[in-house]
């Protein structure tokens, strides 16, 4: 599935992109060094994190987005980032449990 879809068929707010990428797995977590170590390219990355080294991270294990869970905040200069680094950002206000459960619904 491609990241567009993803965005329509889970109303996911658009942050930053969405740069066209397929998606082809799930990673949940909020420690960074854990991310960097275990996220795949291509995997969505669900995270309540929304800061600017979120975007590094997500440059580095070229992921196919990153999702904001539960509506938490993204700051300005992560967006900018983003939008330079071609780094989709995503946000719902759904808990990464609920969005897990409806990824897995989509196949993913």
Do not use: C
């Not at 275990?38 to 987005?65: E, F, M, P, Y």
């Amino acid at each position: 599935m491609k990241v567009t879809e993803l965005v329509d068929k889970l109303e996911l707010e658009v942050v930053a992109g969405p740069f066209e990428r397929e998606i082809s797995g799930i990673y949940v977590g909020d420690l960074l060094s854990n991310v960097m170590a275990r996220a795949q390219a291509d995997d969505v990355w669900l995270t309540v994190h929304g800061h600017q080294n979120v975007v590094a991270v997500a440059s580095l294990t070229q992921v196919a987005a990153v999702i904001v869970v539960e509506d938490f905040p993204i700051e300005p200069a992560a967006v900018q980032k983003a939008k330079e680094m071609e780094v989709t950002i995503l946000r719902t206000p759904m808990t990464a449990s609920d969005l897990i459960r409806k990824l897995f619904e989509l196949g993913l």
